[in-house]
């Protein structure tokens, strides 16, 4: 093939210039002798015109162009007379490279419900809609790199397979090479792990973050991003069992450092996606979320509030508002008392802090109060929960107390202890999920529409 020039990368410069350009015919329109080609190569949202006149000795076959069909077309850079796109095409060749028999293709120019999309996953990509998605995604991957690696924080890449179960919550998938149908026991009637592949009991992880604290105690500022599972049964709008997951880690630091880094990350990543994908997001504001610019903008400028939990309790108990689940301190906030926070009440972004410690995770620095721990959650509108995070307990005496109670001393984690044994510092991290900023900044509302292929309860096509 000759020379490939992406749609994206036409400008001014290329004016009365003849270039190649290869992609996906969108929809063909004819008028008297002229047809209208709209061109795609997932480059940019729109695509780009290009118009074949029927002096083209292929004409014909032009002039049946079907949704779908793979073309080259070879053509001058024009300034385009049509309202809303810059330049155009005038072709003087176009070669189809690969046909697309029209009727049976699925995708038809007329709107597809999103449910119907992930039916067809291996050719949603193809739509406007997760076209403009999976650009953000990519930008926004991209920035959550750039973020970090320019505040010299180390990439880390943590094990998928994992004996640790480091939210304690049990939600695993297991991991074996035993067969199935023929289990080894011991005396008890146990399945006998000592003869799987690993000598023990392994699971996909549910979290980087013990591994990043290991890193994190050698390197200072360490980040992971990669992906997590979780087989929580839990059918909704926003939980995946296999998601990916950036689990930053910074010594020295405590709670109120890490506040500031947050913010500063989450506007950061908003910033790059409005600076580059003005195109994508007033796509998807017109067809999706009526508010998105507006909302991006507004966390993008706003300072976040921070309230500690004791005092949203109370904010939740004297709103008068009737929620579903009862509010009392120690109850674990749902997404009506998160999103009644952040949208109504302060009306930004919400950095809840300073959780009853009987409600999280084992590892999180116990306060001067002995009731509550060092802990964060960032609450979006929209959304709810985005990120959790804390400081970690650093006290060898108090975080050995803490696994006793949990059930958790022994070999597997006594490395961890090491890291309170060994030079032990402040430390604290925070848990992104990475889906679920991708459906905020896109305003999509269902998290299967903003990952390739889905994993769900009951689903693993494609
Ligand atoms: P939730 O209460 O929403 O289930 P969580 O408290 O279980 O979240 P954490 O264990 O704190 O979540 O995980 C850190 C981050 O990972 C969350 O803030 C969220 O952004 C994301 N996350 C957690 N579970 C899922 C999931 N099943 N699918 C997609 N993202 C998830
Ligand atoms: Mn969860």
């Given at each position: 093939m000759t020379s490939r020039l992406r749609i994206s990368s036409i400008n001014e410069k290329l004016l009365n210039q003849s270039v190649t350009l290869n992609g996906w015919v969108r929809t063909r329109r004819g008028s008297k002798g002229i047809s209208f080609i709209q061109l795609y190569d997932g480059s940019n949202q729109n695509g780009i015109q290009a118009v074949a006149d029927e002096v083209l000795e292929n004409y014909e076959e032009i002039s049946k162009l079907t949704t779908g069909t793979s073309v080259s077309i070879i053509g001058k850079v024009v300034e385009s007379p049509a309202k809303g796109q810059a330049f155009e095409i005038h072709a003087e060749e176009v070669r189809v490279i690969g046909a697309s028999s029209g009727d049976l293709y699925p995708l038809q120019k007329k709107g597809h419900t999103l449910e119907f999309l992930r039916?067809?996953?291996?050719?949603?990509?193809?739509?406007?809609?997760?076209?403009?998605?999976?650009?953000?995604?990519?930008?926004?991957?991209?920035?959550?790199?750039?973020?970090?690696?320019?505040?010299?924080?180390?990439?880390?890449?943590?094990?998928?397979?994992?004996?640790?179960?480091?939210?304690?919550?049990?939600?695993?998938?297991?991991v074996t090479a035993l067969d199935l149908e023929n289990l080894p026991r011991n005396p008890e009637g146990k399945v006998d792990y000592s003869k799987d592949f690993f000598g023990t009991d392994v699971s996909l992880t549910v979290s980087g973050q013990l591994g990043a604290e290991v890193f994190a105690l050698a390197f200072t500022d360490v980040y992971t991003f990669g992906p997590t599972f979780r087989a929580e049964n839990s059918n909704t709008s926003r939980h995946l069992a296999e998601f990916w997951m950036i689990e930053p880690e910074m010594a020295f630091t405590d709670l109120q450092g890490m506040l500031v880094l947050t913010e500063e990350f989450l506007k950061y990543v908003i910033g790059v996606c409005l600076e580059r994908h003005e195109e994508e997001l007033e796509f998807l504001q017109k067809m999706y979320e009526p508010k998105l610019l507006e909302t991006l903008h507004h966390i993008h400028q706003t300072q976040f509030e921070t309230l500690t939990y004791t005092e949203a309790i109370d904010i939740l108990q004297k709103s008068g508002e009737s929620f579903e689940f009862p509010v009392k301190w120690g109850i674990d906030l749902q997404s009506e008392h998160e999103r009644f926070l952040t949208e109504k009440h302060v009306k930004k972004p919400l950095n809840l802090i300073d959780y009853p410690a009987e409600i999280k995770a084992f590892y999180m620095k116990q306060n001067a109060d002995g009731k509550t721990v060092a802990a964060m959650d960032v609450l979006f509108p929209r959304l709810g929960e985005i990120v959790g995070g804390s400081q970690r307990e650093d006290s060898l005496e108090t975080l050995s107390r803490k696994m006793k109670e949990h059930g958790l001393l022994g070999e597997t984690y006594d490395w961890y202890l090491d890291l309170r044994r060994f030079g032990s510092v402040p430390h604290s991290g925070f848990g992104l999920g990475f889906e679920r900023l991708v459906q905020f900044v896109s305003g999509m509302k269902n998290i299967r529409d903003v990952i390739p292929f889905p994993r769900v309860p009951g689903n693993a096509n494609f």
């Open positions: 039916e067809i996953a291996h050719l949603r990509p193809r739509t406007n809609t997760l076209g403009a998605v999976f650009r953000l995604r990519n930008t926004l991957s991209w920035a959550i790199h750039s973020f970090f690696q320019e505040r010299d924080f180390l990439y880390v890449q943590t094990p998928i397979i994992t004996a640790n179960d480091a939210e304690g919550a049990g939600e695993m998938f297991h």
